[in-house]
């Protein structure tokens, strides 16, 4: 197999694991902080044997501060899209958080020095325009509090990207110690609700390992042989196939205007993308 072959596999294999979060958060019924709390702790714990070394042999951030600040933006992150899932569609809240990269695009000027260019502010006007299709239509008190926190998530999901673009080597260790973060923070608020069903049991393992751990560690590997344009194109496929898998396996159905909204994001994104100088890898994070 080709190098650049191998890469798009494995880049694209990590995508269809990633989308696989929508399924799994909806078709359990514990609560969002249970879930939460297992899905970072097998994450975590995973990420520690796939990477190995690379995140606890040494350190490998320059500042403190901003390694600290990534992840705790990890952390919220995380979280937050949990709510976001459990309160929403699951098409509004990956489509919602995925915007997070026009956050980037709009603050890179003031955190990383990084020039506006004119397709950087058309692609942020555009997505700007997808994402308020998103709370067009009928009101919802519980949907429309799922949307937020899918923007809350997105937010913080660009904090992270920021944050990793200041310390470039760092991604890996922020990934594996913001779910170990989450699980510490979690605990106390779910101590006294350990208790899991089998099928509880065997979602939250397959999320924290596979849908999180061994998506990342195959992502890490295919950025070895795909630019980093490839990379992120191939990982769009994670928030078209996440509400993909819930309408196949459980019959949930987005609003014509949230569909029209995410197609209209991804839209920017992808054409943003392609006519980028350079791009840095996304990490993708939930």
């Known amino acids: 197999m080709a190098p650049r072959t191998k890469g798009i596999a494995l880049v694209a294999a990590a995508a269809l694991f990633w989308s696989t979060g929508g399924i799994g958060i909806k078709a359990?019924?514990?609560?969002?902080?249970?879930?939460?709390?297992?899905?970072?702790?097998f994450a975590g714990i995973a990420l520690l044997v796939f990477l190995g070394r690379d995140v606890w042999g040494r350190r490998r951030w320059k500042s403190g501060r901003v390694f600290g600040l990534a992840i705790v933006s990890y952390a919220i992150c995380l979280s937050s899209f949990v709510v976001a899932t459990k309160l929403t569609t699951a098409a509004n809240a990956i489509f919602l958080q995925y915007a997070g990269v026009v956050w980037v695009l709009l603050f890179s000027p003031l955190v990383v020095h990084e020039p506006m260019r004119p397709r950087d502010a058309t692609a942020v006007?555009?997505?700007?325009?997808g994402m308020a299709l998103f709370f067009v239509g009928k009101f919802e008190p519980r949907?429309?509090?799922?949307?937020?926190?899918?923007?809350?998530?997105s937010v913080f999901f660009a904090t992270l990207i920021l944050c990793l673009r200041r310390e470039r080597d760092a991604a890996e260790s922020a990934v594996t110690w913001g779910n170990l973060f989450v699980a510490a923070v979690f605990l106390?608020?779910?101590?006294?609700?350990?208790?899991?069903?089998?099928?509880?049991?065997?979602?939250?393992l397959f999320l924290g390992v596979v849908q999180i751990a061994l998506a990342y560690t195959l992502f890490v590997r295919g950025l070895k042989y795909v630019t980093a344009t490839q990379a992120s194109l191939t990982g769009m496929l994670e928030p078209v196939m996440n509400p993909v898998w819930v309408i196949l396996f459980l019959g949930e159905r987005p609003s014509p205007f949230a569909i029209a909204g995410g197609l209209v994001v991804l839209a920017a994104i992808g054409w943003h993308t392609m006519g980028a100088a350079s791009v840095s890898e996304i990490p993708i994070v939930d």
């Open 28 to 41: 359990l019924s514990d609560s969002a902080l249970t879930v939460t709390f297992y899905r970072s702790f």
């Open 125 to 129: 006007a555009l997505a700007f325009g």
């Open 188 to 204: 106390p608020f779910v101590r006294h609700d350990l208790a899991l069903t089998p099928k509880s049991f065997a979602v939250l």
């Open 143 to 153: 949907g429309m509090s799922g949307n937020l926190m899918a923007l809350l998530s």
